[in-house]
Nanobody, 128 residues
């Protein structure tokens, strides 16, 4: 069964850090671009970050650039999103998604198009 499972969300104070994980089962992530998205209540889904499968190129939304880092560990079939200096506006449900071919996905990685598989999401709440 093909599945993406996010974990690592939770409640954190402003300025704190969290590391989200996106673990794949039923397929290998090696050939897929992996994107992280988020959706806050009443807001549209937003592309947060993406990592390609080929050369490991990374992409970030302006709102998280310099604070978030995406990485992948193909041996563990897992992609991570390290989130530092968290702000209340980062509060949302975070989703990971996998798409192939990677070269097509990354062209408009933030759109959510061309992704084949989606996880169920993990809640991140930034509040004092």
């Amino acid at each position: 069964q093909v599945q993406l499972v996010e974990s690592g969300g939770g409640l954190v104070q402003p300025g704190g850090s969290l590391r989200l994980s996106c673990a794949a089962s039923g397929f290998t992530l090696d050939d897929y671009a992996i994107g992280w998205f988020r959706q806050a209540p009443g807001k549209e889904r937003e592309g947060v970050s993406c990592i390609s499968s080929s050369d490991g190129s990374t992409y970030y939304a302006d709102s998280v650039k310099g604070r978030f880092t995406i990485s992948r560990d193909n041996a563990k079939n897992t992609v991570y999103l390290q989130m530092n200096s968290l702000k209340p506006e980062d509060t949302a449900v975070y989703y990971c998604a996998a798409g192939s071919p990677s070269a097509i996905v990354v062209v408009m990685w933030w759109s959510g198009y061309e992704y084949d598989y989606w996880g169920q999401g993990t809640q991140v709440t930034v509040s004092s």
